[in-house]
């Protein structure tokens, strides 16, 4: 059980230094010269470094500032130096609010005296009903 313990752990380990567990890297330290050339100095929960460069093969749609996490895709995948993929967090607009808690589950209520099933779905699952006094419901 030991031997699995350790094993586990340095597995763990390995995963979490090699970027393939998800996790959330805050900026900590912006360096810049006079030929444009920068680096960005990421760390994690367990004060872990990881090194952007400045230029890169690939246009960053979002800055990376100070202000929010991000997440740092594993390894450099597209071939090129410098052109790590990073990820921030989605930012609050009408389109993510209306899309909020997709996929929801539906249910679709009949009526008894319609007999169709074409009612159209409801946002939340039917009410039970509440018992009699004799506990029959």
Known sequence: ML??????NRAFRIADVRRYLPKWYWLDRVLQDRFGQGQYE???????LVALHDP????RVTKIDFSRPMLVAPGNLLGYPNSELVF???ES???ADYWEGYPMRRFILTSPESGSDSD????SPPSRPEPHADGVV
């Open 93 to 95: 607009s009408a389109y």
């Open 88 to 90: 921030l967090l989605k």
């Open 3 to 8: 031997s699995f313990e350790a094993r586990f």
């Open 42 to 48: 990421l760390r994690d929960y367990a004060n872990e």
């Open 120 to 123: 159209p779905p409801q946002d």
């Open 56 to 59: 890169t093969f690939i246009h």
